[in-house]
């Protein structure tokens, strides 16, 4: 395949961007029954959660708590059979470090709860409708557009990526016109105004 075909002269196919692996077999439906079977897992979990009440703090408490419970038994089995530990990396963060992430996630929180307690207390109504809506999109559409954005460019990738090389032409040839006309006009105007004063 020649770089000339391809958006942004790119040499691999999609299939080999996605990893071309069975993950990108799924993604792009060559694996249809798995890809058909996640979406019918993705469905019941909804129905799951929906219907029982179970959330999904409680599920991710659930696997932490059995991935540690998995690990503490390994360790102390491996003590007794004179084996090896499981293998845990060492982590260690600097205290500049911690501090920085603290920080920055600390004015972040603080905007975000501020605009959680203005939409809780019902003072900003237009916002709980767009988080709320924003919210249901993600849920309900995230994996469907995962499973079929990529699948349809695999499908249609010449002619997408031929409409998205004009497109760029084009804009490039707008900013060309734009930095001609508006950029170097204000630099003149600048440079004279220098030159006066």
């Not at 709860?113 to 019902?122: C, E, F, K, N, W």
């Not at 995962?146 to 497109?167: C, G, H, N, Q, S």
């Not at 930095?179 to 440079?191: N, S």
């Amino acid at each position: 395949m020649g770089s000339s075909n391809h958006l942004f002269n790119r040499q691999r196919t999609v299939h080999e961007i996605f990893g071309g692996g069975f993950v990108a077999d799924v993604i792009l439906w060559r694996q249809k029954n798995v890809t058909v079977g996640i979406l019918l897992v993705a469905l019941a979990s909804l129905v799951v959660f929906e219907r029982w009440g179970y959330t999904l703090l409680s599920l991710v408490s659930s696997v932490l708590l059995l991935l540690l419970t998995i690990l503490f038994l390994w360790a102390k089995s491996a003590a007794i059979l004179n084996r090896p530990s499981p293998p845990l990396p060492e982590l260690h963060l600097s205290e500049e470090t911690v501090n920085e992430v603290a920080a920055f996630v600390r004015t972040r929180l603080n905007a975000f709860l501020s605009v959680s307690q203005d939409i809780a207390l019902g003072k900003d109504t237009n916002s709980f409708f767009k988080v709320a809506g924003y919210l249901l999109l993600i849920s309900i559409l995230g994996l469907l557009i995962i499973l079929t954005i990529p699948a349809l460019y695999e499908r249609y990738e010449d002619f997408i990526d031929k409409y998205v090389k004009a497109m760029c032409k084009k804009s490039q040839q707008l900013y060309a016109k734009f930095d001609v006309e508006c950029i170097g006009t204000t630099q003149k105007w600048v440079l004279e105004k220098q030159k006066l004063g």
